[in-house]
T-cell receptor, first 119, second 114 residues
Framework: DSGVTQTPKHLITATGQRVTLRCSPRSGDLSVYWYQQSLDQGLQFLIHYYNGEERAKGNILERFSAQQFPDLHSELNLSSLELGDSALYFC??????????????????FGPGTRLTVL | AQSVTQLGSHVSVSEGALVLLRCNYSSSVPPYLFWYVQYPNQGLQLLLKYTTGATLVKGINGFEAEFKKSETSFHLTKPSAHMSDAAEYFCAVVEGSTLGRLYFGRGTQLTVWP
């Protein structure tokens, strides 16, 4: 058990709908990362939050957004869902205070994932 | 930009045989390298990581990996496979100029035959 929790475990919805995925990091971790795992694209980085602020963006669609709350949990919002959005969504957390670019080598601990199916 | 190549999407070995999973990376800056394992219907678990220092890194479950800068490789090995090692293995690199984002290879599915 990594200490990172994600809810729900499974989500089935229809095209055009909107869903929210939730992630609670390990106790004390300030960074939350979101990744998407699909057969087509493999594991892709979506977005990174540190202590409530967005720090880096990856291949995240404009239909997707995220935020990190004062209690450090994070939510990933997916809207106008398409069939191709079906995937496993992971969040990961890490602890290290980010001082300078290139100095964040702390281990990322992954949650169990949310499997999203869009029908 | 960072990239990771895992040679062989599927590797099969017999129980007790050597496990060798290959990973090559490209990086314009000194890399930080990771191996993660994913068991069915589970998240990713860290096996081992290289940041600085000793190039031979030991991880959990008897796995180890060696960072070879000249070959831009970080291959994962285990002397004797066990049935419980059957899983998918991902090599990943952190880009030095970006804040901690992991770039993953496409993964290698390891099958262990009795």
């Amino acid at each position: 058990d990594s200490g990172v929790t994600q809810t729900p475990k499974h989500l089935i919805t229809a095209t055009g709908q909107r869903v929210t995925l939730r992630c609670s990091p390990r106790s004390g971790d300030l960074s939350v990362y979101w990744y998407q795992q699909s057969l087509d694209q493999g594991l892709q980085f979506l977005i990174h939050y540190y202590n409530g602020e967005e720090r880096a963006k990856g291949n995240i669609l404009e239909r997707f957004s995220a935020q990190q709350f004062p209690d450090l949990h994070s939510e990933l919002n997916l809207s106008s869902l398409e069939l191709g959005d079906s995937a496993l969504y992971f969040c990961a957390s890490s602890a290290r205070l980010v001082l300078n670019p290139g100095q964040n080598t702390d281990t990322q601990y992954f949650g169990p994932g949310t499997r999203l199916t869009v029908l | 930009a960072q990239s990771v190549t895992q040679l062989g999407s599927h590797v099969s070995v017999s129980e007790g045989a050597l496990v060798l999973l290959r990973c090559n990376y490209s990086s314009s800056v000194p890399p930080y390298l990771f191996w993660y394992v994913q068991y069915p219907n589970q998240g990713l678990q860290l096996l081992l990581k290289y940041t600085t220092g000793a190039t031979l890194v030991k991880g959990i479950n008897g796995f180890e990996a060696e960072f070879k800068k000249s070959e831009t490789s970080f291959h994962l090995t285990k002397p004797s496979a066990h049935m419980s090692d059957a899983a998918e293995y991902f090599c990943a690199v952190v880009e030095g100029s970006t804040l901690g984002r992991l770039y993953f290879g496409r993964g290698t599915q390891l099958t262990v035959w009795p």
